[in-house]
């Protein structure tokens, strides 16, 4: 695909966004962009009615590509704002764990992140409904994983050794679930450590969960792990393993409403929602225009 000659891009920045060793992202993208004849405009998220403000300036500026310059939470907001729009994302991974960029193969290195922004392939691809309000294009989970990424919000310490301390404290802690999912083929009843709803593969660690996934077949996969140990979850997050089939089943659906007996953790894209009994999800189905790395 050829590149317009002048492209008008807005870059969303969340300036709280991944760890202490953070990238100077403004200077860094107009170091980039020094002699080039492409314009752009920089919106910074300060948390106070973002989704509303970020609405506001793409209507104003009409962007043609709209770069999301943070982690997962960060890239659905801004993509909320795009779905079903004749207007490209991008990503710049920002975050402290960057799942969606893992997913993508989208590199850290900031010319090189920037170099797939300007020359990658863009592609439609499908994003998850959750609860009729929030947009899930990567991962959100019930129980282990959800109260993992709880621990590891109120923690002070970062990257893996902050996540792996954590695991220890949820496993000690862990609990089953009786849930009931009703998709749009089947009802399922199980008890389970963890439910999955999957639109990629892999979490920001590199954990292999869903090796079904794919972000443009118009489906999502249910994983319930009905099994979970401290083995098992080495494996996972060390060694990038998939789980043991044993314990482990997947289902697909284009939509899906999970049902708890008791309220349980729930995060959607690395964020935590808190405890919740109901979960409804649907499929969107191609509505997200994403740039991707050339292959």
Known sequence: MAIPSKLKILFVINPV??????????????????????????????????????KYWIEKLQPERVIAVGGDGTISLVAEQLLGKNIVMGILPAGSANGMAKELDIPIDVNEALDIILNGVIKPCDAIRINDKEICLHLSDLGFNAQLIKYFDQ??????????????????????????????????????????????SKYGTGALINPEGDLDDGLFEIVVVRRINFISVLKMFLQFKRFNP???EL?????????????????????????????????????????????
């Open 17 to 54: 966004s991944g760890t202490k060793a953070k990238i100077a992202w403004e200077p860094a993208i107009r170091n980039y962009f020094v002699n080039l004849q492409h314009s752009f405009d920089f919106f910074l998220l300060d948390g106070k009615d973002d989704a509303t403000s970020l």
């Open 155 to 200: 923690g002070n310490l970062r990257g893996k050794l902050g996540y792996f301390l954590k695991v220890f404290k949820v496993l000690w802690r862990k609990r089953l679930m009786n849930v009931t999912i009703q998709t749009n083929k089947e009802e399922i009843k199980r008890r389970a450590f963890m439910v999955v709803i999957a639109n990629a």
């Open 246 to 248: 044993k314990k482990v």
């Open 251 to 295: 289902f697909r659906a284009e939509s899906a409403v999970f049902t708890t007996t008791k309220k349980t953790h729930f995060q959607v894209d690395g964020e935590y929602l808190g405890r919740v009994s109901n979960v409804k999800a649907e499929i969107l189905k191609s509505q997200l225009k994403l740039i991707l790395p050339s292959k």
